[in-house]
C-alpha cells in the first residue's frame, strides 16, 4: 500500500520543513509534550467544531513533526464518514478502520508504512453505515490497545464533534484532544458547547489550534 509522496500541499512538514509554519508544528508538539508529562506514550485524537476547519491537515503534519523527532507514530483516520487523510499520504482506501472493527481484518494486516520514516497509517475504509457503533465497540477498545503498546504516539483524526458523537467516543480512550478552530469562521458560543460536549465525555483537552490567521491577525492576538 506504500506509494510515494506527491508533495501535498497540505503536508508542509514535509514538503517545506524550514518554514515558520513548520516551526509553530514544532511548537505544538513541544507544548503537547509539556501537557503529557508523565505519559510515555500518547494517544491523541485531533477534532474541530466543523468541517473544512483544518483538522486532518493539522493530525497530517503533527504526525510528521513527532516521527521527525525520532518517535514511532501510528496515524488513524477515525472519520468514517467522510475520510480524506488518506490522500494526504497516497495510500490507497478500499480497505482500513471499519473493516478491522467489523472483524473482515486484523491490525497488522491493515496498517500500512508511509513514505515517512517511523510513520504508519491506518486509513477509514469504506465508509459503514453505522460509525458511532463501531466506535463502541470491544474491537474498537482492543485496536486502541494494540496501537498504545506498538507506537510512541498514536493520533485519531476524527469527524467534527459538535453534531456527531464519533469523536466523544474516541475522545474517551485518548490521553489528550486537540480542537482546531479555524478563525473567522467559527463563533466563541460554538467552540464552548464543543468544549462542554467533550469534557462530558471525559475527555481531556490539551488545547486550541487556532489556523488560518493572517500575519496581522497572528500580531495583534499575541499582543493581547
Not at 30 to 38: E, K, L, Q, R, V
Not at 166 to 178: E, N, S
Request: with cysteine; glycine share 4%; charged share 20%.
Amino acid at each position: 500500500m506504500q506509494q510515494r509522496s506527491n508533495k501535498n500541499r497540505d503536508m508542509i512538514m514535509e514538503s517545506n520543513p524550514q518554514s515558520p509554519i513548520c516551526e509553530a508544528y514544532r511548537t505544538l508538539r513541544a507544548n503537547i509534550d509539556f501537557s503529557t508529562i508523565g505519559l510515555e506514550k500518547k494517544t491523541l485524537m485531533v477534532t474541530s467544531a466543523q468541517a473544512a476547519e483544518g483538522k486532518t491537515t493539522t493530525a497530517s503534519n503533527l504526525a510528521i513533526a513527532y516521527s521527525q523527532s525520532e518517535k514511532r507514530v501510528l496515524l488513524v483516520d477515525a472519520d468514517m464518514r467522510n475520510a480524506t487523510l488518506h490522500q494526504n499520504f497516497n495510500q490507497d482506501n478500499r480497505v482500513g478502520l471499519s473493516n478491522l472493527l467489523a472483524g473482515q481484518y486484523t491490525a497488522q494486516e491493515l496498517v500500512a508504512e508511509t513514505h515517512i520514516p517511523r510513520l504508519d497509517l491506518l486509513t477509514s475504509g469504506p465508509l459503514p453505515p453505522n460509525p458511532s457503533e463501531l466506535l463502541s465497540s470491544e474491537r474498537w477498545a482492543q485496536f486502541v490497545d494494540y496501537a498504545r503498546t506498538n507506537y510512541d504516539v498514536v493520533i485519531f483524526d476524527t469527524p467534527p464533534a459538535l453534531t456527531l458523537p464519533d469523536a466523544q467516543l474516541v475522545a474517551g480512550q485518548c490521553g489528550g484532544v486537540l480542537i482546531v478552530v479555524k478563525a473567522g469562521k467559527v463563533k466563541r458560543e460554538v467552540v464552548k458547547k464543543l468544549k462542554t460536549n467533550l469534557e462530558y465525555a471525559q475527555a481531556r483537552i490539551l488545547g486550541v489550534v487556532l489556523n488560518h490567521m493572517n500575519r496581522k491577525e497572528a500580531a495583534l492576538h499575541a499582543y493581547r
